[in-house]
């Protein structure tokens, strides 16, 4: 087999216990690897209505065909569960060494079930799994944890294991919380509170194993082809900048969520910018292992700390939570890191209880001192999140589940979906994202979808609802579907002449199998109702494909898209336009003929 | 800038009829002053930006002055448009011409290159391309192939003398007002004179457009760190185009040029792959040929937003 192992390694943590498992061919063609595999594992492998902090609930780890290759940004992994923040699916990607090297330890998939007893890590080798005490790392940063175990195994020869962990948000089921590696994080859809459940503080691998390519000139070329695209034009925004420069852009476009959703723009949005971090400071620029674009950029706080800084964190501490000092945002980007918290929500429930706070309908945060733009006791809500303290025991739940506590006022400004906190896209000034907002089977995601490039483009008139949205949105999951299961990076998307062509070439070349671009497409396809088929099974409802009530009931009210709101009817029609471009039901079910369409 | 679009082309020619009888304005349309100088010399002049062959229709007697023109009389006079339209066919070198009255003093370059563009639209061949405005075809603001030039002569042996019926003839592509609209969003081209209030409202209009506009260029990532400024402010002529804009851009900013903005032979300026621009916050626009007004914003970002 060439690509592809061709097995996967299940780990039970209850009995300590593992075994080698084939993974049928048939399987790898009509999902690949990455997040495609992941879904089709979680699915079967997930007993239906296991809770998500239960032992039944498997945590799978896929790899995927393109890893390893060389080809540039495709050291990547795919983390599968289901969510604590959502009951639904959580698929989430996170790249580097630890990518490279799960495909060394000669499977596709890891599939862990049960709980340890104890505090434990694991060790996984060509040879087999060591169940090891984790007691010493409990309370540790993921990056302490990393470090120690690395020293800890590694070999006489030198050989070094690579670690994703979790800190201690994780430790404490905090329902967003994340795994990391090597400063990456799978960081949406609390991976990290299963592993918390399980007691699992990491996994370590150290491996071998090579997997052969089809046709190795092939690739080859593509491959020098891919690189020398991935240094023109189009990711020079990354290259140059990295992701932060979207908060000056979505500003001025009416598109940056402030105040948790209360407004756009923002006032200190140039402060805030990319570009003057990039300007007025020390930033460095870092990539993940077999990256040619090198996007991440780490920028020095006051305190002389490098850390790492994307748009999403910038938008959730900045903006969102009104924070106007660059710094006090690079502070809570290093707890969040330090702490294994997703950024995104942990900035969105901060900017809910802030709102909170500000209508008086929690007595509790007058002691915090908790308001918009109160740096000082936002960070500090940081860690008392990951400890669960105080009120950050009831915000470690997530605005969904806190808001339930406080009352339906507070729950109408819980701005999430299916319990899953909003990234930085404003949806009443991005109609198609607002839409793919409200169908993603993960929740609120801007990364399972690129829904937001039609309404970026000049292609549709962003600030309008129509029937055409549909057919937009399910092409763009499709596409991430595949680039996410190839693996691919997003930000090389714009390189390929014609994506599901080009990787159709590609994959032929790395695996031997015919490929084709139709077969590609079908693939994104396919798994994306795999998605939809794992969440129907764990009890989704048609009210889950919705957004939250501000969204619909107040337009905004400055900016260049002032006045302009989403109404219930609008986006009911967007989501009727997208269940028929799926050819599901009206309300939004998959038919048995769409099942046996996709073999499922 | 599109670059075939903004090029003189030898293949196309432009036709202005000035034989009718201005009897309305009660003198010859074609010579009334604007600036001092004839209309048609203004006319000529502006069509020179874009054709290299201009035939000029006159009436068998009537005087005009001297122009870097093909001037034809018409053999027959007072044929209507129909005639003047053959005659000048003929006596174009192009495949197609522009055909345009003398009348007209705000000819809109971008949008007559973009009629001319839909001679060939969505790989279909038209012999006759003609603007839909307030509701009527604009036969003498259209585009016809010279191949055209028998049927005129047919209609006119049978003195059927509108040309609508030369439309339903041959494959004619009829432009609708919201295509016009995103060249021309007022209508300019199509307004003409017939009466001497006509020509005082044109005079004030025309004092109105030679006055120039301000816009500002933000400029967001790359372009920012590149140029080392967020905001450029520039000067534009009255009917400027996006394509004009990023010329002056360039030339205001050359850090941009390579990196943002490329330049062609004949230095006008567009984005490069990878960046795109925005109007005002609301429109993202990447037609070189989309007309500016004063104080508008341009942004130019990433095309890749998002991510």
Known sequence: MYGFHGRLLRIDLTTQSYTWQDIESSRLTAVLGGVGLGASLLYDHAPPGAEPFSADNPLIFTSAPLVGTGLTTTAKYAVVTKSPLTGFIADSLSSSFFALELKRVGVDALVITGAAGQPTYLLITDDGVEFRTAAHLTGLS????????????????????????IGRAGENLVRFATLSNEGRHAGRGGVGAVFGAKKLKAVALRGHCRVAVADTGAVER???????????????????IGTVANLAVFDRLGSLPTYNFQNTPFVQAEALSGESFVTNGFSQTHGCAACT???????????????RLEYETLFAFG???????????????????RYGLDTISTGGTIAWAAECADKGLWPELRETGLSFGNAEAILALIPDIAHRRGVGAALAEGSRLAATRIGAEAESFAMHVKGMELPGYEPRSLKTMALGLAVSPRGACHNRSGAYEADFSGQVDRLQADAGRGALVAASEDFSAVLDSLIVCKFLRKCFDDFYSDTAHLMSAVTGWDYTAAGLKQVGERINTLKKLFNMREGWQPEDDWLPPRLLTEPLPSGVAQGVGLTPDELRLMIQSYYAARGWNEQGLITEEKKREFGL | MDTQASTRSPALSAVILSGGKSSRMGRPKALLPFDGKPLIAHLVQRLSQRFSDIVVVAAPDQTLPSLPVTLVHDTVAYQGPVGGLCYGLQATRGTAAFVTSCDVPFLQLPFIDY?????????????????????????????YRRSVVPHLQEQLAAQRLRPVYLYDTVPTRKVS??????FDPEGLSFL??????????????????????????????????????????LTLSAEATLGDALTVLGVECPALLGSVLSADEAGHASLQSGYTCNINGQDFVRDAHTRLRAGDSLLILSSDAGG
């Open chain 1, 222 to 240: 593509i491959a020098a082809t891919l690189r020398e695209r991935s240094v023109g034009p189009q990711t020079a925004k990354y290259r140059e």
């Open chain 1, 319 to 337: 903006p969102l939570c009104g924070i106007e000092e660059p710094d006090a945002v690079l502070r809570a980007a290093r707890l969040c890191d």
């Open chain 1, 293 to 307: 674009i090198r996007c991440e950029r780490l920028f020095r706080s006051l305190s002389g700390e490098a850390q």
């Open chain 2, 115 to 143: 009629l001319v563009s839909q001679l060939d639209h969505h790989g279909r061949d038209y012999d006759v391309v003609v603007p839909v405005w307030q509701d009527r075809l604009q036969p003498l603001h259209a585009v």
């Open chain 1, 142 to 165: 993921a990056q302490e944890t990393e470090e120690r175990i690395r020293h800890a195994e590694r070999t006489e020869k030198g050989a070094e294991a690579r670690v994703a962990a």
């Open chain 2, 192 to 233: 003409n004179m017939n009466t001497q209030a006509d020509y005082q409202a044109a005079l004030a209009q025309w004092r109105t457009l030679s006055v120039p506009i301000s816009c500002t260029v933000e400029l967001f990532g790359v372009a920012r760190l590149t140029a080392r400024t967020s905001r450029v402010a």
């Open chain 2, 177 to 182: 007002p919201a295509e016009i609209k995103r």
